[in-house]
């Protein structure tokens, strides 16, 4: 019951941040060019801060008020979408139930030819589903995205904890 408050919490925070950040930071795109890198699967989803599920600092049994996971990135990472790939290069923080064998291969790092993508217009924001056929470590890519640009995605893996990020949609050059 702790871990779904906890969830729960976490979650709320997420929303508060979210919200706090459209308000002060407005992409350079406008909304039309937003529409339309979301309706041509041209874009680039550019990650600006993470907030992992669990965070080793902190005791997950217990439930600390107002405590906030979110860092900031100071590098780039980001999800190309195309009509025919999708390439992922995130950061992971998090629990992972398997290692890697190839310590380099760390991270959400892949190139899917083959997966499913939904689209769906809800209350003016853009609501992605991309599910990879190709991959055997993610199961999916959940990205919802604002009139303005501003984005959060939320990756669910077979092997690891989810794992949500902040930040903007870039039309692909």
């Not at 550019?46 to 100071?74: C, G, H, K, M, W």
Request: aromatic share 10%; net charge positive.
């Amino acid at each position: 019951m702790k871990t779904i408050h906890h969830s729960l919490l976490i979650w709320l925070s997420a929303i508060s941040i979210l919200s706090s950040c459209t308000s002060q930071k407005q992409t350079a795109g406008t909304s039309a060019a937003v529409a339309e890198a979301i309706t041509t699967q041209q874009y680039t989803f550019v990650a600006s801060s993470v907030f992992p599920t669990e965070d080793s600092r902190f005791n997950p049994r217990v439930l600390i008020p107002n405590a906030s996971n979110l860092y900031q990135l100071t590098s780039r990472y980001d999800v190309r979408i195309t009509p025919d790939s999708v390439i992922a290069y995130l950061p992971f923080f998090g629990r992972s139930y398997t290692a890697p064998i190839d310590p380099a291969k760390g991270g959400i790092k892949f190139t899917s030819t083959k997966f499913e993508y939904k689209k769906t217009l809800r209350k003016n924001n853009y609501e992605i589903e991309i599910t990879p056929k190709d991959n055997n470590e993610v199961r999916s890519l959940y990205l919802t995205v604002t009139p303005s640009g501003f984005a959060s995605l939320r990756v669910t893996n077979l092997n690891r904890t989810p794992i949500s990020f902040n930040g903007d949609i870039e039309a692909n050059k």
